[in-house]
């Protein structure tokens, strides 16, 4: 029985191999037939600034909640830490090796003002991230990075806040909200979450924490999310929900920051661990921005300037700097599919992703077609600082349009996905 089961592992093992090898060729095979047949021309690219320090400082509430001690940060609370312009630095010369390899840009040659657009969200975080991406991408060139604020001021374009609300808005918003994930009400959704919270309380050892002495905030029990819309300020919401975001945040960054022992305070956590802890993240910004009408209520500054972007004529490479609040908002209000991505304990928009529309144009027929990606570092690109290039690259996960469907190269047609745009601010403009 034995030699049987080995032997079936031997056979399972050839054979997975033997798959691989054909996915690989077959990759290998479509990038050809796309490279034979299209041009790149134009890139748009929506960026989640990189690694930064928690959004509170240890004299918050973050530091009552524990007695262990977070790790000193190479940066104030909210802004860019070293090693987040060091992993952007790498973003930045693996975009620039990559588009010269496309024939968007020549080797040694600087750019017009026209051919590139680099504007950020007016955050130290965000100018931060695309100083050092900018660097990278063209370090002798003096690429001009735009913000229109002084820091830290948060941008319109790039502000997520509702601009309009209504008591009809409000109805229609929570209707969707409740439908979140398959669940049938708010209060069910959180309720998901328990796991991740109990993970949470234990790496903290909340019940020794000054929080709980002093303020009886030993659990992160109140499942009863309530949301909150005001005009021209972000969604927001109360409950444990909010206070396990800020704590899972700061978790998730320390992991990327310190080694293992640091990051959960001498716990030993699993992946799994790690990412149940990031999921309360993940759930919060969908609760907060990717309802459909709230979506396209928050989103609507950036898709109209996004669209404006991917139509300029002579621009070539576009690059804005926001949050994972943007990129969620965006893909939801164009329509993405509902994705879960690989090799990161971030499943939604991971630390410096970047949600990318490639423009390329069929080489007989001059008809142009659209690609979009995520391109983001894996955990163990991000937590090991590992460079970028053409070998060993960020990760791109393929995002898919409801409705529409692509061609054999997965590229959707220019038309369409400029309809789409459209599509999500005329959804903006109806509402009362």
């Given amino acids: 029985m034995k030699k049987l089961t080995f032997l079936s592992s031997i056979i399972m093992l050839a054979l997975s191999q033997t798959a691989y090898a054909n996915t690989t060729t077959d990759i290998a ?18 960026s989640r600034h990189n690694i930064r320090a928690p959004l509170s400082g240890k004299d918050s509430k973050l530091g009552k909640v524990t007695s262990h001690q977070w790790i000193d940060w190479s940066a104030n609370p909210s802004e860019l830490t070293s090693r987040g312009g060091i992993l952007e630095t790498a973003m930045g010369q693996y975009f620039r090796k990559w588009l010269e390899s496309e024939g968007v840009f020549t080797e040694g040659k600087c750019p017009t003002v026209d051919e590139i657009n680099v504007y950020a969200n007016s955050m130290q975080r965000t100018i931060a991230t695309a100083e050092y991406f900018a660097a990278a991408f063209s370090p002798t060139c003096a690429v001009e990075v735009n913000h229109r604020f002084a820091p830290s001021k948060m941008d319109p374009i790039f502000f997520p806040r509702l ?44 019940k020794d924490s000054p929080a709980c002495k002093n303020e009886n905030i030993c659990q992160l029990d109140d499942f ?76 609507h500054p950036l898709i109209t300037y996004m669209k404006d972007e991917l139509n300029a004529k002579d621009r070539k490479f576009t690059y804005l700097v926001g949050h994972d609040s943007n990129i969620g908002s965006v893909t939801k209000a164009l329509g993405v599919e509902d994705y879960s991505l690989p090799n990161t304990i971030e499943k939604k928009t991971p630390i410096g992703s970047k949600l990318v529309f490639e423009k390329w144009v069929n080489k007989q027929t001059q008809q142009a077609y659209v690609a979009i990606n995520l391109v983001y570092q894996t955990t163990n690109q991000l937590r090991h600082i590992q460079p970028l290039d053409l070998k060993n690259k960020p990760m791109i996960y393929t995002l898919k349009l409801e409705g529409l469907t692509p061609n054999d190269m997965g590229l959707y047609d220019f038309n369409d996905v400029n309809a789409r745009f459209q599509q999500a601010i005329s959804q903006y403009e109806q509402i009362k």
Wanted: proline share 3%.
């Fill in 29 to 46: 095979a479509k990038q050809a037939q796309l490279h034979d047949n299209y041009q790149l021309q134009q890139v748009v690219v929506l």
């Fill in 163 to 206: 601009t309009k609300t209504s008591p009809e808005f409000e109805a229609q918003a929570m209707k969707e909200i409740n439908q979140l994930d398959n669940q049938n009400s708010l209060k069910a959704l959180t309720e998901t979450l328990k796991p991740s919270f109990q993970i949470i309380e234990n790496v903290l050892d909340m």
């Fill in 224 to 299: 009863d999310t309530k949301m909150i819309f005001k005009q021209n300020q972000e969604p927001n919401l109360s409950g444990s929900l909010k206070l396990a975001t800020s704590i899972a945040d700061a978790l998730v960054l320390q992991y990327f920051e310190a080694n293992d022992e640091q990051a959960a305070f001498g716990k030993k956590l699993s992946s799994a661990d790690w990412e149940a802890i990031s999921k309360v993240k993940d759930v919060y910004g969908d609760i907060l921005f990717t309802a459909p009408s709230v979506a396209a209520n928050v989103a």
